[in-house]
């Protein structure tokens, strides 16, 4: 079975200040996807990357980056010097063929809550 | 580009009536549709998996007879719960893809209330 662990439920900073977002998770798959999405007050997901599992390059979007080590299962988004507009819940996810009859389904973590004090 | 748009974005009803709630994908053809319920500070629950022209694929546990998925086009899935109750209240997420590695893009949301 798949399983995404987000260990921390929430994290306040002060604005400017760099937050990283934990994931784990835990996948009988070779191919897989990872991916983070982002949910604001509104509820709506805003979808901020996907990494595939052959590519370990680490990624880099303005003030995201995020932390593939396929060794320890990992998929961290770090945000530096963060800003109010970061704050929202911060979902990990992960879909292969085990998720769900070869269908590619998400699993997702819990969610992180991330608050940015101005 | 990957719009998913989903109306209404919010709903009142009564005890016993039925609400319908549609998802679009504005700019590209999903083949699939995954239709997801999601309570107060919990993480999304996937209720169930949509292929457009064919009967969608339920999770253990959700009650295809009342919630009613209909795909009839690329572009368009509807949600229809039926002879709703106060404890179906809730907010119900879509998203769209295009095929099975594709990134899934989710709409806005619904918020449904029922008294």
């Known amino acids: 079975a798949q399983k995404v662990t987000q260990a921390q439920t929430e994290i306040s900073v002060v604005e400017k200040e760099d937050v990283t977002l934990d994931c784990v998770y835990e996948?009988?798959?070779?191919?897989?996807?990872l991916f983070w999405y982002k949910q604001p007050p509104s509820g709506e997901l805003v979808f901020l990357i996907r990494?595939?599992?052959?590519?370990?390059q680490n990624e880099i979007s303005g003030r995201y980056s995020w932390n593939f080590q396929k060794s320890t299962s990992s998929f961290n988004f770090t945000i530096t010097a963060s800003q109010v507009v970061d704050s929202a819940v911060y979902f990990c996810?992960?879909?292969?063929?085990?998720?769900?009859?070869?269908?590619?389904?998400?699993?997702f973590g819990k969610g992180t809550k991330l608050s940015v004090i101005p | 580009g990957a719009v998913v748009s989903q109306h209404p974005s919010r709903v009142i009803c009564k005890s016993g009536t039925s609400v319908k709630i549609e998802c679009r994908s504005l700019?590209?053809?999903?083949?699939?549709m995954f239709w997801y319920r999601q309570f107060p500070k919990q993480s999304l629950m996937l209720m169930a998996t949509?292929?457009?022209?064919?009967?969608?694929?339920?999770e253990q546990g959700v009650e295809k007879d009342k919630f009613l998925i209909n795909h009839a086009s690329l572009t368009l899935s509807t949600l229809t719960v039926t002879s709703a109750h106060p404890e179906d209240s809730s907010f119900y997420i879509c998203?769209?893809?295009?095929?099975?590695?594709?990134?899934?893009?989710f709409g806005p949301g619904t918020r449904l209330l029922v008294l």
């Open positions: 996810a992960l879909s292969g063929t085990y998720s769900g009859a070869g269908s590619y389904q998400l699993t």
């Open positions: 990494r595939n599992s052959f590519d370990e």
């Open positions: 700019d590209f053809q999903a083949t699939t």
């Open positions: 996948t009988r798959d070779t191919t897989y996807y």
């Open positions: 998203s769209a893809r295009v095929d099975r590695r594709e990134t899934q893009y």
């Open positions: 949509s292929n457009e022209g064919s009967k969608a694929t339920y």
